[in-house]
């Protein structure tokens, strides 16, 4: 995820001014902060369309070998524009997702309106887990992530125990699906706000 916000430069670009200052009121943000992602994803939007494709973020250096790429893609084009097949995900967009991972402050975390609090950021994690985005994930989605995680080489059998020992703990209600309730169950043992934050964005 870092990779997607890790470049900036000082030059300011003017153009976006207006709308960035606009972006920066509505998200509580310095408008400093909110020009340096802008230019972080206008180097991402690589013919300067104003825009970014799939293949633009499935570019970014560094995102490339991350075993999940393809469904934090996924997530954030779950915001883009569609229209006559072709995809286009603006500044405003990419910002909203990426602001998932702003720290959150203390009095906002268990506050689900805000975009950075701690179930939008476990909400997030769940998606990445769901990868036929229908709002619950079965016993193969859990399979198929832990094969992105550790690559095809390794013995099936014991990947497909795993998924179901996974599985048979979280599922309380025995309907063979994680529901994002049973998920969010078993994060509480997590540490979200730290690890799901990029100090970048703070
Ligand atoms: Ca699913």
């Known amino acids: ?69 393809d469904r934090i893609v996924e997530i954030f084009f779950q915001k883009a524009d569609r229209k006559e097949g072709e995809e286009k995900l603006y500044f405003s967009q990419f910002l909203e997702t990426v602001l998932i991972f702003r720290p959150v402050k203390e009095r906002d975390v268990n506050n689900p309106d805000k975009v950075n609090s701690r179930i939008n950021k476990v909400r997030f994690a769940y998606r990445m887990y769901d990868l036929d985005n229908d709002g619950s994930i079965s016993k193969d989605e859990i399979l198929g992530v832990l094969v992105m995680m550790v690559g095809p080489h390794v013995d099936k059998e014991q990947l497909e125990e795993i998924a179901e020992r996974a599985m048979r703990e979280v599922d309380d209600d025995a309907d063979n699906t994680m529901s994002f309730e049973e998920y969010a169950k078993i994060m509480e043992r997590v540490a979200v706000e730290e690890k799901m934050s990029i100090k970048f964005l703070e």
């Not at 300011?12 to 943000?29: H, I, P, T, V």
């Not at 180097?43 to 991350?66: H, M, P, Q, W, Y």
């Open 1 to 69: 995820m870092g990779n997607l916000i890790s470049y900036c430069d000082d030059k300011s670009d003017l153009k976006f001014r207006d709308e960035d200052n606009a972006l920066a009121a509505k998200w509580q943000m310095s408008e400093k902060k909110v020009s340096l992602l802008r230019k972080r994803f206008n180097s991402i939007d690589r013919e300067a369309k104003g825009f970014s494709t799939r293949g633009d973020l499935l570019s970014v250096k560094g995102l490339v070998l991350n075993p999940f790429i």
